[in-house]
């Protein structure tokens, strides 16, 4: 089959698309044939070796996929020949680069009917995260306030669909660029943090601040003031230490996605049902994801094997 691999770890330009073996399912395993591969940012990181996911050399990017069932390892029920399959893959184990895949049955849903199956790699890993976010661990609950500092990328888009959805009032950070697909996700107020201070810019205190932006420490920490007492910072960025205010019983929390495919299935639902919308910016063919991966990436981008 046709792969992209790296087989040392570096910049974009370790990445090669070349022959490597059809993998064969296992164990509580299914064979998928690649509909699409996501782009995601921690894939630079897996690659440059700077995310601590232990990985075999050579390796094969790419942790969410969509495709159609292949085959079946033993012990696999639930799934069927042939059935079009999303989900969330293992990061440390081979990915989704490629015209075939194998995933643990565990991980997988049903694909939604409603997009193009390509398409539908776009959802798993981001939409998780924003769903873990507000609901695991800020339990956002209706009439809440949330605000969400770099509202901009894919799992900002998916945390205001979920939030509006959920009656949270959802104030956004984005730059111009993003200005209008922050507002067509349903965000109440949007704040233009390239021309205005977020702190300023907040006029009521918020129940739930949800951070996705690469912002300094003294930064995030200025923005905890604007959280109620009592309420909640949840952050995606682990590299630094999410700051809460225990003299106002401000408590912190940080996200590490979990492929829950019971979640992931109540997403699929909602792709269907029209209430929760996937965007892609692009498809590229998989032979070109090495040059996709060194540009500078808008917009979530799927690679469709050819």
């Known amino acids: 089959m046709k792969a992209v691999r790296f087989h040392e770890f570096g910049g974009p330009d370790v990445l090669r698309y070349e022959e490597a073996d059809r993998p064969v399912a296992g164990e509580g395993q299914v064979l998928i044939r690649v509909a699409g591969s996501a782009v995601n940012p921690a894939d630079s990181?897996?690659?440059?070796?700077?995310?601590?996911?232990?990985?075999?050399?050579p390796h094969v990017?790419?942790?969410d996929v969509s495709g159609t069932v292949e085959e079946l390892g033993g012990g696999v029920t639930g799934f069927r020949v042939g059935d079009a399959v999303v989900g969330f893959l293992p990061m440390g184990?081979?990915?989704?680069?490629?015209?075939?895949?194998v995933a643990p049955a565990a991980v997988l849903a049903a694909a939604p009917s409603r997009i193009p199956l390509p398409d539908a790699a776009a959802l798993p890993s981001v939409a998780l995260t924003a769903w873990q976010a507000l609901f695991d661990l800020a339990d956002l609950q209706g009439g809440q306030r949330l605000l969400i500092v770099g509202a901009g990328g894919a799992v900002g888009g998916y945390a205001i669909q979920l939030a509006k959805r959920a009656g949270a009032h959802v104030i956004a950070t984005a730059s111009p660029r993003s200005r209008a697909s922050v507002l067509a996700a349903g965000a109440d107020e949007v704040i233009d943090h390239t021309a205005s201070g977020i702190v300023e810019s907040v006029g009521e205190p918020v129940d739930v601040l949800l951070n996705l932006a690469p912002i300094g420490e003294e930064e995030f920490e200025a923005l905890v003031p604007l959280v109620r007492d009592g309420g909640i910072v949840v952050a995606t960025t682990a590299w630094m230490t999410t700051p809460g205010d225990d003299t106002r019983g401000v408590r912190t929390a940080g996200v590490f996605v979990e492929a829950r495919a019971d979640q992931l299935a109540q997403l699929v639902a909602l792709v269907d049902s029209g209430e929760l919308a996937v965007e892609v910016a692009k498809r590229v063919p998989l032979s070109e994801l090495p040059e996709v991966a060194a540009g500078e990436i808008r917009g979530k981008v799927v690679v469709v094997p050819q």
């Open 93 to 101: 184990e081979d990915g989704s680069a490629a015209e075939y895949v």
């Open 45 to 57: 990181g897996i690659r440059s070796g700077t995310l601590p996911f232990p990985v075999t050399l």
């Open 61 to 63: 990017p790419g942790y």
